[in-house]
């Protein structure tokens, strides 16, 4: 993720203390977030099965005493011992080992698609969060401007220049811009706790945004399509894991040898002298063990066969899916960007609109309702800049996301 990061966040103008900001929360996010604490976990499981299928069945062990002592020339059998060890036929257990192993690939990838989904989600929430910070403090910039226009109606009224009536709409609008801001307040503690559950960390930490974002209007990036997704990836180690499943149903269909001993202890026989009397028994056993009726492997095959198809199925799926939302993106961030162009103009008129507004105000002659407009715009166009922004990140994320070839 790293040349992704560093080209937007040159090009776009961000500064580098945000760009280190952000990421310091993203690696804290990786470190200490439960899911993937989760799927590490499963993928040291996945590990061990490896080491797991290289194996041998269990040794089989016997005893067995004689209730009737069977009569040999050479004594009476008392007991008979047994070990027997079966061994699969030549490759299966690296065919297991093989199998377990793509297992733990594609575990290792849901570790890949987490972490880069959780980036996506903390990025995303931290412009969320830099968005309702920057409309509390331009609600807070509005209060003071009305403020000063206060001051100047009231100074107008003395003189007879305007009436009561433009001090109490002033106060008005003072009052509905404090609602709003402690409404935003609320919201702002709302999405801190969003943030710092990402983080895993305590809800009430402060967390720490730029002061200011823009948008580069000459910088044009040109993805156009999805590369090497893990998300796509993963069907691919499925596919593999398929694959080597049916090598290993192919081993498993070969026969199994078997290595045995069995001993049999023999009492002598009393009042009579020979050779041999009395002489225990050993007697070393190989089997074989054939799968003749081997329906089930064939049955096994077809499956890997269909499963196959399923997986090639859901991948062509997903990469629609994930091209969809990439197109989406790519025209919701150029909609934003537009969008941040047209608010900058109107926003300068405003201000112009404003400047003209104080410079009648010296020959006597304001009017606070066009004030209030004025003043009413300005916020709308600034609201409506700092959405364009978080929008332009959020999408730019997404993007992101779908062609960072570089997972940690």
């Known amino acids: 993720m790293k040349k992704v990061l560093v080209t937007v966040i040159g090009l776009l103008g961000v500064s580098l203390a945000q760009g280190q900001t952000l990421q310091s929360y993203i690696d804290v996010a990786e470190t200490n977030n439960p899911e993937v604490q989760a799927f590490e976990i499963r993928y040291n499981i996945s590990k061990e099965k490896v080491a797991e299928a290289n194996s041998l069945s269990d040794s089989e062990m016997s005893a067995g005493f004689f209730v009737s002592e069977p009569e040999t020339r050479t004594g009476a059998q008392k007991a008979k011992f047994s070990i027997k060890q079966m061994l699969p036929w030549f490759g299966t257990i690296t065919a297991r080992e093989n199998y377990a192993s793509s297992l733990a690939e594609v575990d290792y990838l849901d570790i890949a698609i987490t972490k880069r989904k959780l980036r996506l989600s903390v990025s995303q929430s931290y412009y969320k969060y830099y968005a309702i910070k920057r409309k ?90 999805i590369g090497v997704h893990p998300e796509l990836e993963k069907y691919d180690r499925l596919y593999q894991s398929i694959e080597q499943s049916e090598v290993l149903n192919q081993k498993e269909a070969d026969p199994n040898l078997g290595f045995g001993l069995d001993y049999i202890a023999v009492a002598e026989r009393p009042e009579m002298t ?94 606070f309702n066009d004030v209030l407009d004025i003043q009413e715009l300005q916020l709308k166009f600034q609201i409506n800049q700092i959405d364009a922004v978080k929008n332009y990140y959020s999408q730019m994320a997404t993007i992101n996301y779908l062609v960072d070839e570089q997972p940690k």
């Open 274 to 367: 020979f050779t041999d009397n009395g002489k225990d028994i050993f007697m070393p056993m190989v089997s074989l063990s054939i799968p003749i009726f081997n329906n089930k492997y064939k049955s096994r095959s077809i499956q890997n066969e269909l499963r196959q198809a399923e997986i090639n199925a859901q991948k062509a799926n997903r990469r629609n899916l994930l091209e969809s939302i990439l197109n989406r993106a790519i025209n919701n961030r150029d909609a934003s960007r537009i969008k941040y162009k047209i608010q900058l103009e109107n926003l300068k008129h405003a201000r112009d609109a404003e400047e003209i507004l104080i410079k009648n105000y010296e020959t006597g002659t304001i009017d």
């Open 136 to 225: 509390t403090e331009v609600l807070e910039e509005n209060s003071k401007l009305l403020k000063t226009y206060e001051q100047l109606a009231l100074t107008a009224v003395e003189v007879g220049n305007a009436s009561a009536v433009d001090v109490l709409r002033l106060q008005i609008r003072q009052n509905e811009l404090k609602e709003q801001k402690e409404v935003l307040q609320q919201v702002l503690l709302s999405e801190r706790s969003v943030f710092n559950n990402l983080l895993n960390r305590d809800e009430s930490l402060d967390v720490e945004v730029v002061d200011s974002l823009f948008i580069d209007n000459d910088y044009v990036q040109t993805v156009t399509e």
